[in-house]
């Protein structure tokens, strides 16, 4: 995701900028850019790609300013391209801003401000930002801290911004509404940063700002102030962490770390896209093509992996509840078939990188015969984001981590948005359009609840680390997190772990088990509950060991178990969501019980672009 770094004091800031945004790299980031002010002379470099294109871009200039402003872009609105990287100026190119985060109300801010003739350069959100800070300046004639406290009143949506204007020449304000920003303390000398990795290198001395919260840097100190101007008083506080702990938010994995944002990813990928009076989802991806959804009469899911279970889960959820028929192929085998396309099928790829080769190559394989492209993809403008006719982005942020956490529920999180979309095209009531707008919103706050409680799978983890083998069992929605479940195993901790639906495991798999052969069997209180409490006890028959991944409500399944994984209870379609999480968990438990390491699962790679 997007980075921040800013410095005000006596030295050169642009080599302090430069490997500040290095620090930042591990972000993940598409293309970087940095303001400078020498006196009253603001110089703005820009380039698309890594920050040694920007170097190269840099050249051999020599920029000096003792004050100044940096970002890494991760695209969200527009193509990584120079003219929508950070950051962005005013008309009079004399302020630029650098900004995290999205501004919802974007639209209509840049169209009020077009029609009073200012001109936009990008495509970007964030360019709203200095046109409107221009224009409270030239309204109100007031200085830069009280124009931009009055432009951020105007803002829906969240930011950490930094701005620097060559009318202030010895100011730099920052500011912060769900999206990090940190002051770094330094002696004559001030840091901002989105992460406080960025300027460990020059101080620990730090101070988080908080939701809502500006400061005002000079050369000579900081005030710190709310919206309303209101003063704050916050000190500085000493971090013991380096710069690695910093990129893992403290955490000793990346693997923990991405499981344990996925509550603000769910929310993420959630912003701005319901409904809920009309009980609506609301896809801009998917706006200009509409009316061709409205009639397609087929969709196809292509993905691999991760992705693959995800699209399984679609499946179910759009078969059901928007009446299209579905089916889910592997990327790797789409093409090598004949698959059957017709005018008004859909193929949809669905990829976290957007650079999966199998799943571009199906993605090309059905764009030439014709069919409607679509993509939930996470990294924006990747090769599948930019191929398909249109899509929806996960904003699920960078996922470092090799098994695929985070992503996978944005996936579904974006598949029920899909559904609800679809479904209200065609058979689905409103008023069932918005039970479910409503227990989306809840969803966030059921997987924290399900996070805070993590420390109770220890004992499970405990007990699977020494099996030879495994099957995670699960029916309906449940069977393509099964597969999942068995996936994140296999890949962290090397038990060899099948999943199955659990009625197919009497059809042969049954053989495997014995007493050092446990199963998870996912069996929330749903429809299917009672089919699979049989096969629990079918294994039971055989001295299998099961832990049970259900809610409060499951009674007797929790005397037939030799362990209970607890979930909180919501709508069937929404479940899935809920009950991966404390499967990635154990897999990440079983893998610290067996002295590997999480983050470095062996022959893995992040983004497979081999076919
Ligand atoms: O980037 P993609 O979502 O297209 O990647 C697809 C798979 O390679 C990916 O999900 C893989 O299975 C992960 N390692 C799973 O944890």
Known sequence: MCGIIGYIGKRDALPILIEGLKRLEYRGYDSAGVGILDDKKLSVFRSPGKISSLEKALGDSTIAGTIGIAHTRWATHGPPEERNAHPHADCGARLAVVHNGIIENYAELRASLESRGHTFRSQTDTEVLPHLIEEEQKKKSCDLSTAVRSVLRQIRGTYGIAVVSSEAPDKLIVARLGSPIVLGIGTDEFFVAS???????????????????????????????????????????????????????????????????????????????????????????LRDVAERLRHIDRLIIVACGSAYYAGQVGEYMIEENAGIPVEVELGSEFRYRQPIITENTA???????????????????????????????????????????????????????????????????????????????????????????????RIPDLVQSILANRQALEPIAASISGAKGMFYLGRKYNAPIAFEGALKLKEVSYIHAEGYASGE????PIALVDSSFPS???????????????????????????????????????????????????????QPILDIVPLQLLAYQVALTKGFDPDKPRNLAKSVTVE
Do not use: C
């Not at 984001?385 to 904003?395: I, K, L």
């Not at 942020?397 to 029920?416: D, H, M, N, R, W």
């Not at 495991?505 to 042969?508: D, T, W």
């Open 520 to 574: 998870v069997v996912i069996a929330p209180v749903d429809s299917v509950f009672e089919k699979n409490k049989s096969n629990i006890q079918e294994l039971k028959a055989r001295g299998g060991k099961i832990f049970s991944l259900t809610d409060e409500d499951s009674g007797d399944l929790r005397s037939m178990s030799d362990g209970i994984i607890a979930v909180p209870k919501t709508v069937e379609m929404l």
């Open 195 to 285: 992460d406080a990795s960025a300027v460990l290198g020059h101080t620990h001395k730090v101070i988080f700002l908080d939701d809502g919260e500006m400061a005002e840097l000079s050369r000579d100190g900081y005030r710190i102030f709310s919206l309303d101007n209101s003063k704050i008083d916050k000190s500085p506080e000493e971090l013991d962490w380096s710069a690695e702990d910093m990129q893992k938010n403290g955490q000793p994995h990346f693997m923990l770390k991405e499981m344990l944002e996925q509550p603000e990813v769910i929310r993420n990928s959630l912003r701005g896209r319901l409904d809920v009076e009309n009980g609506l989802a609301v896809l801009g991806g």
């Open 347 to 441: 193929v949809l790829a669905v990829s976290q990188s957007g650079e999966t080769a199998d799943t571009l190559a199906a993605i090309r394989e059905a764009k030439m015969k014709g069919a409607l492209t679509l993509g939930i993809v996470n990294a924006v403008g990747s090769t599948i984001a930019r191929e398909t006719d249109a899509g929806v982005y996960n904003h699920a942020g960078p996922e470092i981590g090799v098994a695929s956490t985070k992503a996978f529920v944005s996936q579904l999180t974006v598949f029920a948005l899909l559904t609800l979309f679809l479904g209200r095209q065609r058979k689905m009531s409103m008023s069932y359009g918005r039970k479910l707008a409503l227990e989306l919103q």
């Open 505 to 508: 495991m009497k059809h042969g």
